[in-house]
């Protein structure tokens, strides 16, 4: 499906802030911005760069800035979006219409815009030595195919496995995404390939 009919897609599904959504898009397109769709959602960029979306869940809507980090934030509004993940993605939250001030939205959307034209961006950190759980390695030693193919991916790739596997609390968890991820692994298909 092309952009522009998953765009409208997006917008005219029934959903409990569709007019909610509907309205920040007003205000988007009131900016400068190119509206394009990515991650399933609406992105807006400059110069191909993500600078804000639109976002809906099942308790609230709004915007994801991308380096909202550097936005002033003077309604303190701004949220971390995954607390100890993102350095500078922040999300301001709306439960209803009636929240959405268009003046301020469409003030932190320009902002937003103009800081993305100064160069104002967090820049990705080089990725470390990733660390092979124990799991994961044994998997690894006992196949050939299943080594080389794990080598062939970035490192930052090869991280977003170990983590994956890492980051789970009970030991039956951690079983269950190794069994997930080494058929991905020996396909060449990256943990979250299918959001990028």
């Known amino acids: 499906m092309e952009k522009s009919k998953k765009l409208e897609a997006y917008y005219q599904k029934e959903h409990p802030f569709k007019e909610g959504i509907a309205h920040l ?53 701004l949220e971390n979006a995954q607390e100890g993940k993102t350095k500078g993605m922040r999300h301001w939250k709306f439960q209803s219409l009636d929240e959405i001030d268009d003046k301020t939205v469409l003030a932190y959307m320009t902002e937003a815009l103009d800081n993305q034209k100064t160069g104002l961006e967090v820049k990705a950190e080089k990725t470390k030595k990733v660390t092979i759980p124990e799991l994961l390695q044994t998997e690894l030693a006992k196949s050939t195919a299943l080594k080389t193919a794990f080598s062939k991916f970035t490192p930052y790739k090869q991280k977003e496995f170990c983590e994956y596997i890492t980051e789970a609390k009970q030991e039956a968890t951690k079983l269950r995404r190794l069994e997930k991820i080494l058929p991905m692994i020996e396909k060449g298909v990256g943990l979250n390939d299918g959001y990028r």
Do not use: M
Not at 47 to 68: L, M, R, T, Y
């Open 25 to 77: 898009r007003e205000i988007a397109l009131k900016t400068e911005a190119d509206e394009d769709f990515k991650w399933s959602i609406p992105v807006y960029t400059l110069n191909g760069k993500n600078v804000f979306g639109i976002c809906k869940f099942k308790q609230h809507f709004g915007v994801w800035f991308f380096n909202g980090v550097f936005l002033k934030d003077p309604k303190k509004v």
